[in-house]
């Protein structure tokens, strides 16, 4: 297989994504203090998108859950180990420490998959994609504010933190893998969030879940849908799209927009406002995308 030309419309959905993805720790922080786990914000996460693409599918797509037996297993990689246990394990990062430490443990993601996809679909690693992903890793430390924090991260954020990165990562590994076969951009996240659903529905508890809606009922039930949709549904659909122009690891590297769109609103919603060194993250992250893209010949823009 020939590699792929990235274009700039697909360095716009993967960044769209990656913006959309920052909004995660603000529907975690409100679940949290309703009571809920992170499994069962996870279940939420991945269920409602799945039954929304299943139905969208069986009434005007029906051609693309036609999937061969021998490619079952990608899916449900990408809906079990991708989905239901990256989710869970970030989820539960947040739960144990800070967003902002959350957010660098997860990105180290980009390191992976550019080292995956060099093995695997002999994705080029070149100077400038190392320069890159070296300025998004440092842009995520500052953006964090890692730096100066002399309390030391509980053992569970980092180990859940760390493998939050690992299941991220492996999200555009198993996507490649099935694009590379011919599959529709929506059959992915299709299977993947039904098969992330199911996984995750044995460790609900429902009734956890009805008592920690049972005081707003309405809004409990809008929040979660709105989840669902920001964080799960629109971006997964969005970086999809984006990885069919792009390369697994040109694209994990410009969705570390994440961590400072979760700055940007963590200073909107909670006035967190980044020092200088949170600044000088969002500027170096900036950086990576666009030294990403300075190859990118106008013509072939679609």
């Keep these: 297989m020939e590699p792929k030309t990235p274009s700039l419309l697909g360095t716009v959905l993967v960044l769209l994504a990656g913006m959309s993805w920052g909004t995660s720790g603000l529907f975690v ?5 309703l009571g809920m786990s992170a499994m069962q914000l996870t279940l939420f996460k991945c269920a409602i998108p799945g039954v929304v693409l299943l139905l969208y599918c069986l009434l005007f797509r029906r051609d693309v859950l036609k999937v061969k037996p021998k490619d079952l297993w990608i899916f449900i990689c990408l809906g079990v180990i991708s989905l239901t246990f990256f989710t869970w394990c970030y989820f539960s990062t947040i739960q144990a420490t800070s967003m902002s430490a959350a957010a660098i443990l997860l990105y180290l993601a980009p390191v992976l998959v550019m080292i995956m996809s060099a093995v695997l679909f002999k ?4 100077k400038v994609k190392v320069l890159a992903c070296l300025l998004a ?3 995520c ?4 504010g890692f730096i100066g924090n002399a309390v030391p991260l509980p053992f569970r954020a980092i180990a859940t933190g760390l493998l939050s990165a690992l299941g991220y990562a492996l999200y ?14 929506l059959t992915l996240p299709t299977y ?7 996984s995750a ?3 609900a508890h429902p009734a956890e879940i009805i008592a920690a809606g049972s005081g707003s009922p309405l809004k409990f039930i809008g929040m979660l849908c709105l989840m669902a949709f920001m964080v799960s549904l629109l971006p997964y659909l969005l970086y999809t799209n984006g990885l069919q122009r792009s ?8 969705a570390s927009i994440e961590p400072v769109t979760a700055t940007v609103l963590g200073a909107l919603f909670f006035h967190e406002l980044p020092d200088l060194w949170g600044y000088l993250g969002i500027a170096l992250v900036i950086g990576a995308i666009v030294l990403l893209n300075l190859n990118i010949n106008k013509k072939e823009i679609r």
């Design 192 to 198: 993947a969030f039904i098969f992330a659903g199911l």
């Design 141 to 144: 430390v500052f953006v964090s």
């Design 172 to 185: 555009s590994i198993f996507s490649q893998l099935a694009l590379n076969r011919g599959y529709d951009p």
């Design 123 to 126: 994705e080029e690693v070149t």
């Design 29 to 33: 922080r409100y679940f949290t203090a």
């Design 201 to 203: 529905l044995p460790f």
């Design 137 to 139: 890793l440092a842009g």
């Design 247 to 254: 390369t697994p690891g040109r694209a994990s590297i410009m």
